[in-house]
């Protein structure tokens, strides 16, 4: 009787004691992506090793909206950003001059944070003022764009290489009851990477220079990149209702062999890897002609970025906040390449996948060759320009609205 009632109070003690502990864990709010494997494979790979490293630590996740930074303004707005937020180039400015994100040097430097980072991604880490505001895991990032090679075959047709050819693929396409290409026109980020994709076949510079000022939307090339989109578009490239199109649902399309072409980043090759196997690969961007085809090869759209975790200032555990953030990054790292089959990533964590997917390994083999390449709406710094590039590209790619509204409607936004 004696051994039972010691058992149980040894049970009772140990019970209190995890009790304990779980009150004594300091919990620090995270607004992350986690939407897909992509956002949840590298996540939950973080968190895992978290719990090694800072035992004493909990995360409590907020999923980042879809939203291009509406709902993180808002929380900002409303004085109750979380712990630690991932963020882009454009808000991080907006959070500079209100000085709602922490300046991360000393944490970069004595966490040796900074001594991982790659050299050709320091650009990535260093806002302009020469600080550091949130730690990236992104390397360069590419705008693909995926096509089902089974479907082309199927319906007769070849990779196009000209805009001519492409129309030909939709009205092909259409005959036969398949989308021409899913886009997840829901998000303005998608849409400004569409229109930026067809504006570097007239202008390497893409989004990126008319952000940075060195070009205008009135140039003849960007009025070319509206009316070949607006064109398209009409002729009906996308979807019926593109622009309410959530990512969920056009990636389905393509993964489901409903649609022949898809448009999204390097991230996605893994997946789409998965879902169609030796029938996906991606393609270079069609052009005006086949000589320009050619020579456009090596003018990319997207780009890296100064992106990643930043943290909030006034958290009551900022400094244990900012060395979870680097940590994080640094497993996304790894995660990204040992189970998301993608090398391109911002930190060397002494990590190298002999088994990348063909479709990576063909990407990774072209970078040395690419002489350009532009920004994702994150990567932009006017915050004017970026809002506005993201809501008329949405209406461009409607077909509701003409190149010459897209132009007019640009050109008095960013005034």
């Known amino acids: 009787m004696r051994k039972w009632i010691s058992m149980l109070l040894a049970a009772v003690m140990l019970l209190s004691v995890a009790s304990t502990l779980a009150e004594d864990k300091i919990k620090l709010s995270i607004y992350a992506q986690y939407a897909d494997d992509d956002t949840k494979v590298p996540y939950d790979y973080a968190v895992e090793k978290l719990a090694e490293a800072f035992p004493e ?44 994100i922490m300046v991360l040097d000393d944490i970069a430097a004595s966490t040796g944070f900074i001594d991982k980072v ?10 302009d003022d020469g600080h550091i505001y949130a730690f990236p895991y992104a390397g360069q990032e590419y705008v693909i764009w995926y096509c089902n090679k089974a479907l082309f075959e199927q319906a007769g047709l070849e990779i196009p290489k000209t805009f001519d050819e492409l129309k030909h693929c939709v009205e092909v396409f259409k005959e036969k009851g398949i989308v ?43 009025v070319k990149a509206a009316e070949t989109l607006y064109d398209l578009a009409k002729a009906g490239l996308f979807q019926t209702g593109v622009t309410s199109s959530n990512y969920d649902q056009a990636a ?50 997207g780009g890296g970025s100064i992106s990643g975790y930043a943290v909030n200032p006034d958290s009551p555990n900022a400094e244990l906040a900012a060395k979870v953030a680097a940590f994080m990054s640094e497993k996304y790292c790894e995660a990204k390449i040992m189970l998301r089959s993608n090398p391109l990533v911002a930190l060397d964590v002494g990590m190298t996948n002999e088994s990348l997917t063909p479709m990576m390994n063909a990407l990774v083999a072209w970078v040395p060759s690419m002489t350009s390449t532009t920004a994702f709406t994150w990567g932009l710094t006017n915050p004017d320009f970026t809002e506005a590039i993201g809501t008329w590209s949405q209406a461009l790619i409607s077909g509701e609205y003409t190149a010459e509204e897209f132009i007019q409607e640009m050109s008095m936004a960013v005034k």
């Open 252 to 301: 389905a399309m393509f993964s489901n062999g409903e649609a022949a072409m898809f448009i999204n980043g390097q991230w996605f090759i893994e997946d789409a890897t998965k879902a169609l196997g030796d029938n996906v690969e991606w393609m270079y961007y069609p052009s005006t002609d086949e000589a320009s085809w050619e020579t456009g090869k090596t003018a990319f759209s």
């Open 118 to 127: 790659y050299e050709n991604s320091k650009d990535f880490l260093y806002a």
């Open 57 to 100: 630590v909990e995360l409590e996740l907020i999923v980042q909206a879809q939203d291009d930074g509406a709902t993180l303004l808002a929380l900002a707005a409303a004085k109750n950003l979380p712990d630690i937020y991932q963020t882009g180039s454009g808000i991080l400015s907006t959070f500079r001059n209100s000085k709602q």
């Open 180 to 222: 021409p290409l899913a886009l997840f026109g829901q998000e303005g980020w998608i849409s400004a990477a569409m229109y930026d994709v067809i504006a570097t076949r007239y202008n390497p510079g893409g989004i990126k220079a008319l952000d940075r000022g060195q070009a205008k939307v009135t140039d003849e090339a960007y």
